[in-house]
């Protein structure tokens, strides 16, 4: 059976940098997830300016074995939060962007 990640943000529309932002990952190969070294990669993204200028490297990059349902489940709305504390005035843009890529990696050693 062939592997497929699916990712999927919650809420899925525009919302106040207070409310939870959170992306849910499910691996749908059973086989996979009998590794106790399989992890959820979840490369993170902000910027501002225009919504097509992504940059090309990730700002954090989380990672999280799966949950009982075999589900990773990244909460990122603290860190997005954080992240936007710019002053009105001192803004450039009135509106921030980000983006969360997943993969999945073995890591067989917890330090490297």
Known sequence: MASVISITQTPTEVNLAQS????TVNETSADLLTSSS???????????GSKTSVPTTSNYTLQKYPNQSSRGIFDVSRILGSSF?????????????FRGEVYAQYKNNPTG
């Open 20 to 23: 939870p932002t959170i992306f």
């Open 38 to 48: 399989y992890q959820y990669v979840l490369e993170l993204t902000y910027w501002t």
């Open 85 to 97: 504390t710019d002053l009105v005035a001192e803004n450039s843009s009135s509106a921030y962007y």
